[in-house]
């Protein structure tokens, strides 16, 4: 079955830092650029962070980078969110995603997981 | 960065009636756009991309158009399983940013 399974969220303090991991299956995840994405409890979505398929090009949002880092194994099959320095604002439902069945050259997200909630609070 | 702007923030109409929510950029993305619909507590769905092309299972009802800023989703005849908060986003350039949503509400 194809899909992907976010896990590692949790209650952190401000200043904390967590990672968090996607596991993909039934698909050759090495051929699929990752993105991550969040939504804000009661808000709209933000897109987060991207990783090409081979995990040599990596983007950001404005309001993460120097703080958040994406990386992917493919080894494993697994994605992954390393953020540092969290802040209130970071609280929120962390979505993985990517193409689906679409084709290589399109960013939009068919396929996503069911997200893990980062609560920053102390 | 590339903004997203949708109008509007929410709307309210009956099953049957004909809705269209309309997404702009702050600069032009040619038709680099897709369009999502959100259920409470779950995640997005994808309907349109590339501004008009139906993603595969996505009922002929919805419909995108548009390139360059101006875009709009269409809903012909309203469904109950359609009331929903809508999302557009540009995946033009990065940071692929979302616009605020449009929240469809049953009149």
């Known amino acids: 079955e194809v899909q992907l399974l976010e896990s590692g969220g949790g209650l952190v303090q401000p200043g904390g830092s967590l990672r968090l991991s996607c596991a993909a299956s039934g698909f050759t995840f090495s051929s699929y650029a990752m993105s991550w994405v969040r939504q804000a409890p009661g808000k709209g979505l933000e897109w987060v962070s991207a990783i090409s398929g081979s995990g040599g090009s990596t983007y950001y949002a404005d309001s993460v980078k120097g703080r958040f880092t994406i990386s992917r194994d493919n080894s494993k099959n697994t994605l992954y969110l390393q953020m540092n320095s969290l802040r209130a604002e970071d609280t929120a439902v962390y979505y993985c995603a990517t193409r689906g069945n679409l084709l290589p050259r399109y960013w939009y997200f068919d396929l996503w997981g069911r997200g893990t909630l980062v609560t920053v609070s102390s | ?107």
């Open chain 2, 1 to 107: 960065d590339i903004q997203m702007t949708q109008s509007p923030s929410s709307v309210s109409a009956s099953v049957g009636d004909r809705v269209t929510i309309t997404c702009r950029a702050s600069q032009g993305i040619s038709s680099w756009l897709a369009w999502y619909q959100q259920k409470p507590g779950k995640a997005p769905k994808l309907l349109i991309y590339a501004a008009s092309s139906l993603q595969s299972g996505v009922p002929s009802r919805f419909s995108g158009s548009g390139s360059g800023t101006d875009f709009t989703l269409t809903i012909s005849s309203l469904q109950p399983e359609d009331f929903a908060t809508y999302y557009c986003q540009q995946a033009n350039s990065f940071p692929h940013t979302f616009g605020q949503g449009t929240r469809l509400e049953i009149k």
